[in-house]
Each structure stands twice: as C-alpha cells, then as structure tokens.
C-alpha cells in the first residue's frame, strides 16, 4: 500500500499539467451511547474519531482518487482498526454518475435502517465495488454492489448489492429501496455450517412541506417486507410483511424523526435488530447545534419502543467536518 502511494505521488506532478488536482480531508467525531435493555440489541458505549483524506485528479467529468480512512476508536490501541484504503474510478455529469473501486459509503447509500444499520458508517465507511445513479426532471434511481467478504478457507464469502430512488410530482413523492445480501461460507466445509440468503424491499409513498415554509419536514408510509433463508435448514425462505411509516420536520436547529413498523418483524444481514421484533417504533430529537458549511454537528436523543411493552433510550453525537476541492 505504501508503494502504490508513493507511486501515485511521483507521478501525480506529471498528470497534473493536463489535469485538476483535487483533495478532500474528513474528520468525525463520534459519540453512540446505547443504553438497551431488550434482548434483540446490545448494549455498548461506542466513542471514537475518524480521520480521513483523500487526493487526486480530474479531467472532463473523470476523476481518479486514492487516500486512507482510519477509525480510532478510544480505549483500544491504534492499530485495534486496521486503515481502509479508497482507491476508485469515478465519472460524474449533470445526469449520471458511476463509480468503481473502494469509495466512502457517506453521501451515496442511504437505507432504512432496518436493512443497514448506522454502525457501517462507524466500521465499514467504504463501499469496495460499483454505483451508478441516473438524474431525471422528475426522480432519480441508483444501484451499488459491495463485495463484503473475499472467501478463504476460514473467510466467508459476501456480497451486497441494492437499488434505491424516488420519483416526485411537486410535493408529492414514491420511494422505493430494494437489498440482496448472499452469505456463502468458507473454501473449506465446517459442519454445521450453511449458505444464507437475505433479500428485502420497502416501497413508501408521501408528501414534504415546500420550500417557503419555516418548518421542514415530509411525512411517509408503505410497506416493508424481506425475505431470509438458510440453506438445508429453513423451508424455503421465511417471508415476513409489515407496515412501514415515518415523520420527521425540522424548525431552525431542532428536528424529530419518529419511524414507525408494526405488524411484522425483519431480518437482514446488517439491518438494526430492533426491527426483528413485530412491532418497533424509535423516536429521535435531534439538536442541530453546528451548521457551518463545512462543519455539522448534531446530537440525537433517541427512544426505542419495543412490542409496545420495553422502552430503551439512546444518545448519539456527531461531529461531520469535510473540507477540500
């Protein structure tokens, strides 16, 4: 790795008579304390900073990058985290945009939780595949396929991959997020041992409030459903179907988010395990107490209900500062 650096350095000068120089510094700040007490989530305190940098070049809508992200997370040694190499490929216009290679997660995967939990953000911030996004007037639709896992014989074999969009007349809008997750196992058979699969889908449709009024926010529901299989052990895939909605505004510094499921639980792979539950319904109060152009900081307070019977809380801060160009 410190060769390929080195490498792109020596020869970055030359490329740089024909082509942009570009660079990008991250640094977040991360604050999760879980205070759980139902058996589906585990409790922990997750304190931690993430530096991360990013150099290249760019010419006519192209653009090569390569940098490092590390996690420190407190209370563990430097190299607890190993350092996560981002080397892609990208291509961006007004209408279309493609990646390849190893690229942060931030900005491009956005999913329910329920299907990728927040926690891939603190332990796995890059995406090590391809996505692709298409702009439309009225709508966009993007996809990405994450190789998780290459298989050795005690690795694993994983793969990810998802679509995502929306399409909107005026204020009102459908949304629809579909995920696939395939759980191979090693190159040698351990007994007991079994291939998963994981598949799922929410489709919402709702309104937000336009852009003359003080108080922010869209109002959205559907349905969420997801499918999962174990291999020579479940009968087929178990299927599950629920009821999917969720509110958030924001007025000035202060927003509240509520997401509400009932009527059925889900498992995905790397989705939050609240939700594995019939009926879960969060509730976040979020301080937005730094909005600088480059700079956000927010801290959430968050309050998990459980089958309408445990009720949970939870705090998080977060410190987002991003410059470059």
Same mark, same amino acid.
Do not use: C
């Given at each position: ?21 570009e660079y ?45 992200s590390?996690?420190l997370?407190?209370?563990?040694? %430097? $190299?607890?985290?190993?350092p996560? /190499? &981002? ?9 279309? #945009?493609?990646? +390849? =290679? ?6 491009? %995967? $956005?999913?329910?939780?329920?299907? /990728? &939990? ?9 995406? #090590?595949?391809? +996505? =692709? ?10 996809g990405?396929v ?12 994983n793969f ?22 395939h ?12 291939i ?23 109002l ?37 988010k ?11 792979a ?5 939700y ?6 969060r ?35 977060s ?7």
């Open positions: 790795m410190r060769k390929l650096l080195f490498t792109f350095l020596l020869i970055m000068p030359f490329w740089g008579l024909a082509q942009n120089f990008q510094v991250l640094f977040e700040g991360i604050g999760d304390n879980r205070e759980f007490f139902n058996e589906n989530a585990m409790p922990q305190t997750i304190l931690g900073s993430r530096g991360a940098f990013e150099i290249g070049l760019e010419m006519d809508n192209h653009r090569i990058r390569t940098g490092l590390h996690l997370e407190f209370g563990s040694d %430097i $190299d607890y985290h190993k996560k /190499l &981002t080397l892609y490929y990208q291509f961006q216009d007004e209408k279309k #945009e493609f990646i +390849f =290679g190893a690229f942060p997660r931030r900005g491009k %995967i $956005d999913f329910p939780l329920v299907m /990728l &939990t927040d926690t891939l953000l603190y332990y796995r911030p890059n995406i #090590e595949g391809l +996505f =692709g996004e298409v702009h439309w007037d009225w709508g966009h639709q993007n990405f994450d190789w998780v896992s290459r298989q050795t014989d005690v690795n694993r074999e990810m991959a998802g679509f995502s969009g929306e399409i909107f007349y005026k204020n009102l809008f459908l949304q629809n997020y579909i995920l696939l997750f759980d191979a196992g090693p190159a040698i058979d351990f007994p007991g041992d079994h998963k699969d994981y598949f799922g889908y929410a489709l919402q449709g709702g309104i937000r409030t336009g852009g003359s009024t003080a108080i922010a926010g869209e959205k529901a559907g349905i969420l459903s997801s499918s999962f299989r174990e291999r020579t052990v479940t009968d087929g895939f178990i299927h599950s179907s629920s009821f999917f909605a969720e509110a958030n505004g924001r007025y000035r510094n202060i927003g509240v509520s997401v509400l499921n009932t009527g059925g639980g889900h498992q995905f790397f989705g939050d395990r609240f594995r539950v019939e009926n879960y319904w509730t976040d109060v979020i301080w937005h107490f730094i909005n600088h152009e480059k700079v956000k900081g927010h801290f959430n307070l968050s309050f998990h209900l459980i089958d309408w019977d445990d009720l949970d809380q939870q705090q998080q801060l410190i987002v500062y991003l410059f470059g160009k």
